[in-house]
């Protein structure tokens, strides 16, 4: 039964290690997502400025440039939109891992302390099970 119990909570250990990498790996995908709508904030306020810096322009070639660069910007912004879906996507799975982690963890932690329970059991009936000594005097008596 010591045995059983050592076992288990070996696999206990694992799942907390698990567990805590889960976590981890959780925080980074939603960080990453985070810093990514960030820059896509930046862009979107970037392309803005630069438009309306186009509307200010005399001459052809600067406009035409101005252009350029805010039609880079807004490709740049729906390819921004796309990696936010994909971190979007990783983070769900990546929180999805961390539940079935969290889970696997509790179920160990059950099993643990069934395990201490029926070796706390099987100690105590062992226990119960061994014939008692007699007090000292009382063997005296009977010699």
């Not at 896509?40 to 970037?46: E, G, P």
């Not at 932690?109 to 070796?119: F, H, P, Q």
Request: hydrophobic fraction near 35%.
């Amino acid at each position: 039964m010591k045995k059983i119990l050592k076992s288990r909570q070996r696999i206990l250990g694992m799942r907390e290690t698990q567990l805590r990498i889960a976590k981890g790996e959780s925080a980074a995908a939603r960080g990453s997502e985070t810093n990514l709508e960030q820059r896509r904030d930046q862009l979107k306020a970037l392309s803005v400025h630069m438009h309306k810096a186009g509307n200010d322009c005399r001459e052809g070639r600067s406009l035409h440039a101005q252009l350029e660069l805010v039609e880079r910007l807004q490709r740049a912004g729906d390819q921004m939109e796309t990696a936010i879906g994909q971190a979007r996507q990783h983070t769900a799975r990546m929180e999805r891992q961390r539940i079935a982690a969290y889970q696997k963890r509790e179920m160990a932690d059950r099993l643990v302390g069934r395990a201490k329970t029926s070796v706390e059991a099987e100690t105590d009936r062992k226990l119960s099970e061994q014939p008692r000594a007699l007090p000292r005097r009382v063997m005296e008596r009977s010699a």
